[in-house]
């Protein structure tokens, strides 16, 4: 992977923030993106200790023109992209009849829209140089039914389905798209700073850690891997049993004790949000 180019989105913390990290150890030249520069500038370092480029680009992937954005920011900075991590995320945890159409749009444009934009931009530089690998960060949650995910698990099963797609059509010229299909991760990301910021309490033998994310990064890119499930055994089983049994969901959320917790974060969402508009 050395000296190849990648852009990695939502790189300015959480789990992207390991995958750069991961990439640059292996000297592999960034574009991170992101809305919060500052954040992203924590990066900055990695160019001296691994002598490779890290460049960053602020900029809302919820933007109608924000794929676009992210192209011209790459073909500045970085010239030509061999690799493309569809990394960035937004996640709202509320009830979904609590959320507004703009707020389901902007899960659906950051989410799925923007990467999969983002990848048809990409795609003819990589066709042209025979070269090019698409790793689309996606979940558990639409596979599960998790609780109050529907426009996110909407989006990353629709990831799942985008990079099968991509892979069939262009693997021959050696431009290839993989998926990395999480469950709940730990010490870094949206699911430890809810556990964080609501004192709430889950079974970290469910979790893994954003290392092991990254290193599944890593060896989707070099080994080109349709699908890596990145979660401890007995999730992976119940990834299995949700497949062959759908009907089950509700069950399985009841006995997992996920709608509990997810009730409990989607009150708490729901209550910050009221003491916002008070204080406002
Ligand atoms: N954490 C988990 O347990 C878990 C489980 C399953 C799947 N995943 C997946 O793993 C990936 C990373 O999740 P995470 O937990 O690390 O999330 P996170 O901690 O919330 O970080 C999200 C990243 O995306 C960026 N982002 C969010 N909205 C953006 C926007 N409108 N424009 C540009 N950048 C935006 C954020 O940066 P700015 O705020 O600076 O813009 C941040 O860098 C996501 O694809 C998520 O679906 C995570």
């Not at 010239?79 to 509320?94: H, K, S, Y």
């Not at 795609?123 to 639409?142: C, D």
């Not at 909407?154 to 797609?165: E, P, Q, Y």
Request: hydrophobic letters at 45%.
């Amino acid at each position: 992977m050395e000296a190849r180019n990648a852009i990695v989105t939502g790189a300015s913390y959480g789990i992207g923030e390991h995958i750069a990290r991961a990439l640059a150890a292996r000297r592999v030249n960034l574009l991170l993106v992101a809305r919060w520069e500052a954040a992203l500038a924590r990066l900055e370092p990695e160019r001296r200790t691994r002598h490779t480029k890290v460049e960053f680009a602020a900029i809302d992937l919820g933007g109608p023109r924000a794929a676009d954005e992210v192209a011209q920011a790459a073909a500045t900075e970085l010239g030509t992209v061999d690799v493309l991590v569809n990394n960035a995320a937004v996640e709202l945890q509320r009830r979904f009849h609590t959320l507004d159409t703009d707020e389901i749009e902007t899960v659906l444009r950051v989410d799925l829209i923007t990467p999969i934009v983002l990848s048809r931009l990409l795609l003819p530089q990589m066709l042209e140089r025979g070269y090019g690998r698409i790793v689309n960060i996606s979940a558990i949650a639409g596979r599960v039914g998790f609780p109050f995910t529907e426009a996110y698990a909407a989006s990353k099963d629709g990831l799942i389905a985008f990079s099968r797609v991509l892979r069939n059509d262009y693997r021959s010229a050696d431009v290839s798209a993989s998926a990395i299909v999480l469950g709940a991760v730990r010490d870094a990301g949206l699911g430890q700073r809810t556990l964080d910021e609501t004192g709430l309490k889950a079974n970290t033998a469910f979790m893994v850690k954003p290392d092991k994310v990254a290193r599944a990064v890593v060896r989707a890119i070099e080994r080109d891997k349709a699908e890596i499930v990145v979660m401890p055994g007995p999730g992976r089983l119940m990834k299995a049993l949700m497949d062959l049994f759908p009907g089950f969901g509700s069950a399985m959320n009841r006995i997992s004790g996920a709608e509990k917790l997810m009730s409990s974060v989607a009150d708490y969402r729901e209550a910050s949000r009221h003491s916002v508009r008070m204080s406002m």
